[in-house]
Each structure stands twice: as C-alpha cells, then as structure tokens.
C-alpha cells in the first residue's frame, strides 16, 4: 500500500544550532508554525534515516506528546523502517541511550530540555542520538545545523495519531512503530551491573540507622526510581519523594543541586537520612547528600573509580579500562588514576566527548562537575546509576566494617585522607547580557595573547592568601580516536600552587548569556584532616575573591552575585 507523501514548504529559522546538549529553546519558539518540523526533517536531511530504526523518548515536559506525533508524520515520510518508543512518550535519556544499544537502532530522538524548567512558558528540546547510544557527534550537529539554514520543504504523511499509551506493535503508513515499557530493560540493566542483593541485605538490615530518599524532583526518573529503589530494594514507600513525572515538573527546577533541591535537603537534614539522592528532569544528572555531607560531583566520580573495581560486580568482571573528567571538573580523578596505573583523560563539557573513547575500549568511568556521573554501560550520563553506585559502594564498605556504620561522611574523609581533596565550586551567573558575556572573555583573550596576567601575584583581602599566576590558556581538544578539534572550550587561569579558575559560557541556556566560573583549590593529604574536612566555600575564599578581581567579571556582568553556587 503506499500513502500519500505531502511536501509542505516552509523557510529556515535563525538559530536552530544544537548547543552542548541538543537544540532547547522556550517551548512557545517550539510552538510556531513549523519551527519543529523543520528541525526534526533537517535531522533526517542530515542523516538519511531511510530503512533505519530509531528511538523515540522524551523527559515527558510539556510539548513531548505532541512532539512524538510529529516526528511520526515526518519520519514514516522520510522512510523510517520502524519507530520504538517508550509508552506514552516517555524515556529517562539513560534509558533511551539503554534501548538504542539493546536493540541495535541506529539513532534516537530524545525530547528533553534536561534540568531546564518545563512548561507552557519554559523550555522545551530536542537532541539526536547516534547509533551507539550517544549524544551526535559535532560533526553530526553541524551538519543538521547547515540543513536549518537552507531548508524549504519539509515532508509528511498525514494519518491519525497513535496511542502513546497501548503497548505492543502497531503502523504509521509504512513505518512499524513498537511501543515499549519505559523502566523494565533499565532496571534490568542496572540489577546486571551491581550486587543487588549485597545492597538489599544491607539497607534492610541497617534500616533504623541507615534511611534512603530518592527525590525524583518530578521529572522523568519518579518511576524508575519506585521500580529500584521501592520494588528491587524493598525500601518503604517513604524513601522516594516527588516521583511523579509532571510536564511541568511541578513548577520547579529539576536541577539536582544544594539551591534547586532544597526538599531533598531539608528532609535529610530533619530526618536524619544517612542517605539521600536526587535526579534531573531527564534522569542524566545525580546529587548525593547525606545528612551533614554533600559530595561534589568531582570527588563523586573519583571515589566510585576508586571503589568500583572491588565492590561493583561489571567493574570486577569487566575491569577499568580508563578513567576521564571534562575540563572544567577537578582533578580529584586524576589522584585516583595515577595511583591506579590508568589513563585519565580530560575532554571538553559535554557528555558527547566521551564516546569515541568508551567505543574504543579506553574509558571505563567518567565524570562531569555538572552532577553527571557515569560509565561504558551506555553512552550518557547516568543518575540512577550513579546513586546505586553509591550504595553498592557503601554497602560493600560497610561489609568489611560490621561495627561501624561507614555513612558517605565517612566515605568522604577516609577518600581525602589518602588523596588529598581538589576543593572544588563553579559559580553561575545567569542570563547576563551577551555583550557583558563577550566582554569578559575578550578581556581574557586578551591577556592570552599578550600574557599580561602570567607571573603577577593577587592577594586576598579576606584571607592574606596570595595567589600567582603561572598561565591563562584557551582549552583546544584532539579527539584521540577520531582526530577532531574542538576550540575554544574555556579559558583557564592557572596558578603556580595548583589551584585553577576556568571561565566558560553556557550552550544550554535559552536566553541572553550564561557565564560560568569554575574553582578549584588542592590541598595535599599532608595537611590534616582540620585543613581537608573544612567546607568548601571556606577553602576556597581567597581564590574566589581573587578570581573575580582579575577577570573583572563584576564589572563586565553587571552582577555583584551569581545566580547559583554548586
Ligand atoms: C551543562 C553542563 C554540562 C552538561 C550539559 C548537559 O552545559 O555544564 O556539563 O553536559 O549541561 O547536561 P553548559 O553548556 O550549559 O555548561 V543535561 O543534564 O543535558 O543533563
Ligand atoms: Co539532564
């Protein structure tokens, strides 16, 4: 039978660039008259999707379900040979980059704006995944880039939409669509990688002093949360908070940090919660936040490599085959793998730089500072997999300490006591006007070429603490399978104690500019625990202060304070 193809034309619209993450605009932007549709056929213009198997998932914000139906009408067009897609819409990007490499699709469209917030009047996105289950590669993104700006005609076959809601097999026109179960193939994923019965037997023997909350934040990960955390682990319903998905996300950030998860905190706090995690609107991001203990997502990574080949069943059996961080994380990683004999690369943001490497079988585990954590089981980051990660670790840690409950405090001291701790915070300043936004980095281009800063000594006014510059460079990455460079990726001011400030602007936001500003101080083992247990904000003081006063970033921002502290 064939169905009738309508070519609809239409005009480029500016700005349709994928950022370091997909293209997220506000959803009203999505909304006008064949905004979307020319970004979903420049995908397919960019990559031929005809006999191919593809994806679809979404975080499940407003706009996903209408969305779904119009990559159906444009991909059955463009000759898509069959669609999986998660029931009603709905994929946690895990689970997407999961159910690409299951079932051997060759790409994915993921609907997801991240920890953007979600609504009619907040933002929306859309993000092509390759074949590996990864982010598209910025040759990839460029070249749907190139296809927005010369578009004039997009194609369609016209039928009655499909029930996002019924399971099982079914067709649109030509293509086979193939609704799926959206959680069952991810927590069979994650019960073939960790020991959990070693996690099940511990936090239901430790119960009374050990309790467990997961805060979904109302995106996405609500009913994975509820399969792993309630179903698998037998926790009580009260261990999991927020985890019904809303398209709204229930008018909240779900960004998993100290600001936007303050639930989660205060409820530790009040509760005495040894244990508490949270995700992001997609379910690629993870905080984990015990009560009195916050982990930065730099030591995070670092002390699941530093466990995961002893504790983590995938890791015992497959091994480590190299670590990595992007640029801007700490270089608490970096200890690990030096001690550890591995190869620790360093990338630029962005969590599409790791799979070159993962594919080559020279990445094990990563991490970003953006509270992303993951591993080679897929090819994006992953916050589920990083908070059970946590209680394998802990478990297994508290297996070999049956007297002493060993909590992520603890974890955290004794990881510091042998390493010593990169005191690590990235300051953002949000929607500040793009021309204060270049001004800033102008400055500092301007000091690279003329080395104006190198060699001269600040000091702090607060702490007496001086600081000397030994370099400020611009961060240029050589993908080392495929050779690709990458310029530009941030500024970085070193200094000639170790410590490091990295400026770089934003590529997810929606609006005006975002800047920010990335802090890292060492302090070697030797100091003593009073030096390496002090808050963090209190460790890094002086290098704040002198941070701001050379780059001059409150003067070209016109802010005295930064939006968020992570
Ligand atoms: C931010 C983070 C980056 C992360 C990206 C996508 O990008 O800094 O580390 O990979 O978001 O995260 P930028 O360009 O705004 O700094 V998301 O959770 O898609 O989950
Ligand atoms: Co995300």
Redesign the pocket.
């Known amino acids: 039978m064939s169905y009738q193809v309508k070519e609809i034309q239409t005009k480029p619209f500016e700005g349709q660039k994928p950022?370091?993450?997909g293209l997220r605009k506000r959803v009203k932007i999505f909304q006008q008259e064949h905004y979307t549709e020319n970004f979903v056929q420049a995908i397919f213009d960019a990559v031929d999707p005809k006999g191919k198997t593809l994806v679809i998932g979404g975080d499940g914000r407003y706009y996903c379900p209408e969305t779904v139906q119009t990559i159906l009408r444009i991909g059955s067009a463009n000759g898509v040979a069959k669609f999986i897609i998660g029931k009603d819409g709905i994929l946690s990007t895990p689970a997407a980059s999961n159910i690409i490499r299951k079932y051997k699709a060759d790409g994915g469209i993921l609907l997801t704006a991240?920890?953007n917030p979600g609504g009619p009047n907040n933002d929306f996105g859309i993000k092509y995944n390759v074949s590996n289950g990864g982010p598209a590669p910025e040759s990839v993104t460029n070249k749907i880039y190139e296809k927005t700006k010369s578009i004039s005609t997009y194609k369609v076959i016209e039928l009655p939409p499909i029930d996002l809601g019924k399971k099982g097999f079914s067709t649109y026109g030509p293509t086979n669509v193939e609704i799926i179960d959206s959680v069952s193939d991810y927590v069979q994923l994650l019960e073939d990688i960790f020991d959990f019965p070693l996690i099940k037997n511990f936090v239901q023997s430790r119960s009374n002093e050990f309790k467990v909350l997961f805060d979904g934040m109302h995106g996405v990960t609500g009913p994975y949360g509820r399969a792993i955390f309630v179903d698998a682990l037998g926790l009580p319903e009260s261990s999991v908070q927020n985890a019904i998905p809303l398209p709204d996300f229930g008018g909240g950030h779900p960004d998993p940090n100290l600001t936007y998860a303050h639930e989660l905190v205060e409820r530790v706090e009040r509760d005495n919660i040894q244990f508490g995690a949270a995700s992001?609107g997609?379910g690629?991001?993870n905080m984990i936040y015990g009560k009195g203990a916050f982990v930065t997502p730099s030591d995070s990574v670092a002390i699941i490599a530093d466990w995961a080949a002893e504790a983590i069943p995938y890791f015992k059996k497959g091994g480590i085959h190299g670590l990595a961080r992007?640029m801007p994380t700490s270089a608490q990683i970096d200890y690990v793998a030096k001690k550890k004999g591995l190869e620790c690369h360093v990338v630029p943001?962005?969590?599409k730089f790791f799979g070159n490497l993962m594919d080559a079988g020279r990445l094990s585990i990563c991490g970003?500072e953006?509270f992303?954590t993951g591993s080679d089981h897929i090819r994006e980051k992953d916050g589920v997999w990083a908070i059970v990660a946590w209680l394998n670790i802990l478990a297994y840690a508290n297996q070999q300490s049956p007297n002493e409950l060993v909590g992520i405090k603890q974890l955290l001291e004794k990881h510091y006591a042998v390493y010593g701790r990169s005191f690590f915070s990235r300051y953002d300043y949000e929607e500040v006007s793009s021309e204060g936004a270049q001004k800033l980095v102008d400055a500092l281009n301007e000091h690279i070429s003329a080395s104006s800063l190198a060699k001269t000594t600040h000091t702090s006014k607060s702490t007496g603490q001086k600081f000397t510059v030994a370099e400020v460079s611009n961060f240029d990455y050589t993908d080392p399978i495929d050779h690709s460079v990458s310029k530009n990726q941030g500024q970085v001011v070193r200094f000639d104690d170790g410590s490091r400030v990295v400026f770089?602007l934003?590529?997810?936001?929606s609006q005006g500019a975002?800047v920010?500003m990335y802090v890292e101080r060492y302090v070697p083992a030797s100091a003593g625990p009073a030096e390496l247990n002090k808050d963090t904000q209190e460790g890094l003081k002086g290098l704040i202060e002198v941070a701001l006063e050379i780059s001059k970033l409150r003067e070209f921002l016109e802010r005295e304070k930064p939006t968020v502290i992570t």
């Open positions: 950022g370091t993450s991240s920890h992001d997609d690629d991001r992007s943001t962005g969590w970003e953006s992303g770089r934003s590529g997810t936001g975002t920010r």
